[in-house]
């Protein structure tokens, strides 16, 4: 297939494919033909125009009619001289017009995670998308602008620069990128000055780019290294580092700015004046014929001296812009190309103003072709002819185009480098990133003890893709006229989560009550009002575990009146009702005429009998003391002096001290043998309590006879618990223990 130029009548052989490229600059247009072999290229036949009248400024057509004539009149020499006809070409953006943005990208995964292709689209598309938000943020100007390329400047994994991310293991990923931007008005310009020539656009690229492609090869791209190409209208500017193009820029201030001070200075048109400062470069003596018509001559040093004020300002910002590009600082070396760069002292300018050795300084023409050869030996390797032959060669790199897809019913206008996907389709749409992937649902920002929590919501479902009608996904490559649907991913359920799932609500405070261990569940104070285990935490609660009990929760917790006791010791100091209890505390409490310990609490009570709820407490916080007494799982761990795991212990032996750590001598009488009618067992059935008595222990099976549930009538299968795990049978049973028992539908 014929690459750049057709073949036409082939009435002249070549080694290669022809490609035809040019360059349009401000001041003349460009044209080369020709072909690669092996690593050289072959220039067949080229052509330098200039303008007739200034229809370009600072490298933007301003009349597209007389450029598209000197276009024509270009092509017409070249396909004299090579034999054939040409109808499509490579052409390259003037710098004026090309706008750059850098932007930043990370990716954190919950867990280690291998990056895979599908990550690193992600990254590279998520930083794509930040670098157009800052152009459009900083480029409010209502023009339509295409992306036409990126660049990674560095990966990074973990934090550690890398130059590929695939494969690796990683908790965060990240990029550092560089992405170009071209006006709308700017593609159609030139795409309508190569139409009215007769010509077809076969691949766009940018100036910098193309200058790039010739004067630093890809062994050079290692070093930081500037490459300023000096045209007429617009200095343009593209540093490299380590390996990459890092950065790209311009300045619109070149050689038209000089001659534009000649002809002022000594009184002759721009054309005149444009050839002084050529011949300037030549000899000491410059000719010229000036408005006048008469035969003037100037010194070269007085013609530098005219042309200095504007030679230093062009230096500064041009040194300026590279400090800025390359991070604040000099370059290790500058090439420059382009005619404007050959005046006397500009690479003297630059070489001072960057602090860098004059010999790193240098204009490249003959030295970087010497894989660049022409058929016509006259024609001698300049600096001028660097970018020309660059856009050629760019082609072998990137055949592009614009194309039109369809995105979601939307015609879109693409730069095609022939390696298109549906991520480029949705970056020119503004179809967020985050569109593709599945989301997160809303997450849960709260603090436990002053410690920050997070709970992610669940996961969604990604995109669904569809080109042409067929299922795709993000790296199904597009071409010309597809139809491209995408369905936004959605985002899961929004994070849940209730203070009894907090692993700080495990666990009880055990304190020891009349010489009796008794666990308490954990308190949770939630923006300093408590709440229950089952309370639903909310974005941004202060979520606090108590880690006390006042006398007055433990009697509340207890089911015990107020005036069931008349004096609290805290140990053995005496305390009132909101004294607290901290865990290993001692309380004892004085007895009165009313009922004196827990178990009596149920005295009346029928030994099958359900124990009623008990009413309301009164005061602050009785409702969700109520649900904590009722509905909360205790604590079944062992606890240290003690074998049993109910919520109330056994009774201590006869000769435990009231006060051991005073010794006060009083006995506890409490632990007399207990008449076996006496005996009682309190357990907590469905979440209520169930007085047992009448035998010195139990087993499981001994519950239903002590609870309404009709086994001989099933309902469908069983399902007995004991502290949270199936229940056997013949299980023993202790105080305190929490049992389930239900039928469950088959």
């Not at 007995?720 to 088959?746: C, P, R």
Request: one cysteine or more.
């Amino acid at each position: 297939m014929e690459t750049g130029a057709n073949l036409g009548n082939n009435t002249r052989n070549y080694a290669g494919h022809l490609v035809f490229g040019l360059d349009i600059g401000t001041r003349s247009i460009v044209g080369t033909v020709g072909y690669k072999d092996d690593d050289r290229f072959i220039v067949v036949a080229q052509k330098v125009k200039e303008h007739e009248t200034r229809a370009m400024l600072d490298g933007q057509i301003h009349d597209i009619e007389k450029v598209g004539n000197s276009i024509r009149k270009v092509k017409e020499y070249l396909e004299e001289q090579i034999g054939r006809k040409l109808t499509d070409v490579c052409i390259a953006a003037a710098g004026r017009v090309l706008e750059t943005a850098n932007s930043h990208a990370e990716v954190e995964f919950e867990e280690e995670h291998t990056v895979t292709k599908e990550d690193v689209y992600a990254l590279n598309s998520l930083a794509i998308e930040k670098a157009y938000a800052s152009f459009l943020e900083r480029n409010q100007t209502g023009q339509k602008f295409y992306c036409v390329g990126n660049s990674v400047v560095n990966y990074y994994l973990n934090d550690f620069q890398i130059s590929n991310l695939e494969n690796h293991k990683a908790r965060k990923i990240a990029v550092e990128l560089i992405a170009t931007f071209l006006p709308d008005e700017v593609v159609d310009g030139l795409n309508k000055a190569v139409e009215l020539a007769g010509l077809h656009v076969a691949n766009m690229t940018l100036e910098p780019i193309a200058a790039i492609q010739v004067a630093i090869p890809e062994r050079f791209r290692l070093l930081n290294i500037a490459l300023v190409d000096v045209g007429a209208g617009t200095s343009d500017i593209s540093i490299t580092k380590d390996g990459s193009i890092i950065a790209y820029g311009m300045i619109p201030i070149a050689g038209d700015s000089l001659t534009e001070t000649i002809a002022m200075n000594c009184l002759t048109d721009f054309y005149v004046a444009d050839q002084m400062k050529q011949d300037s470069t030549k000899g000491d003596i410059v000719t010229y014929e000036d408005i006048m018509g008469l035969k003037q001559t100037i010194a070269t040093k007085e013609l530098d001296a005219i042309m200095e004020p504007v030679l230093e300002d062009m230096t500064t910002r041009v040194c300026d812009k590279i400090k800025e590009l390359n991070g604040g600082k000099s370059v290790s070396a500058v090439f420059i190309v382009g005619g404007g760069g050959k005046v006397n002292g500009y690479t003297q300018r630059v070489s001072d103003k960057l602090g860098i050795q004059a010999e790193r300084v240098a204009l490249r023409g003959k030295e970087v072709m010497q894989k660049i050869e022409f058929m016509d030996t006259s024609i001698e390797k300049d600096s001028l002819l660097v970018t020309p032959i660059g856009i050629c060669l760019n082609f072998y790199e990137q055949n592009n185009n614009f194309i039109f897809v369809s995105f979601n019913g939307k015609k879109i206008k693409l730069y095609d480098n022939k390696h298109l996907k549906v991520t480029d389709a949705a970056i020119q749409a503004n179809f967020p990133n985050d569109g593709f992937f599945p989301k997160r649902g809303k997450e849960l920002n709260f603090t436990v003890d002053g410690i920050k929590k997070i709970v992610r919501g669940e996961v969604g479902e990604g995109a669904q893709i569809l080109v042409n009608g067929k299922p795709a996904n993000i790296h199904t490559r597009i071409n010309k006229d597809d139809i491209i649907y995408v369905e936004e991913s959605t985002a899961g359920a929004p994070a849940k989560m209730e203070i009894s799932q907090l692993s700080e609500s495990s666990g009880s405070l055990v304190v020891e009550i009349n010489q009796k261990k008794v666990h308490l569940p954990k308190f949770a104070s939630v923006n300093g009002k408590l709440e229950s285990e089952y309370y639903h935490i909310q974005d941004g609660d202060e979520i606090e575990f108590l880690k006390y009990y006042t006398i007055e929760q433990i009697l509340q917790f207890m089911d015990i009146s107020e005036d069931t006791y008349n004096t609290y010791y805290v140990n053995n100091n005496k305390a009132g009702m909101n004294a607290k209890v901290y865990e290993n505390f001692s309380v004892r409490m004085t007895k009165t005429e009313l009922a004196t310990t827990y178990a009596e609490l149920f005295a009346d009570e029928d030994d099958a009998e359900v124990v009623d709820e008990v009413d309301d407490f009164a005061g602050v916080g009785s409702n969700v003391l109520e649900e904590i007494k009722s509905d909360s799982k205790m604590n079944t761990e062992n606890v240290e002096n003690t074998e049993s795991t109910s919520l109330v212990t056994e009774e201590r032996n006869s000769n435990t001290k009231l006060d051991n750590s005073q010794g006060n001598g009083v006995e506890d009488k409490s632990a007399e043998e207990v008449p076996l009618e006496n005996k009682r067992m309190i357990v907590m059935v469905n979440r209520k309590p169930v007085v047992l008595k009448g035998k010195p222990k139990y087993i499981f099976v001994d519950i239903f006879d002590f609870i309404d549930f009709d086994l001989s009538k099933p309902q469908g299968a069983i399902v007995t618990n004991l502290n949270g795990s199936q229940a056997q049978f013949m299980e023993e049973l202790h105080e305190g223990d929490m049992i389930e028992v239900y039928w469950k539908a088959i």
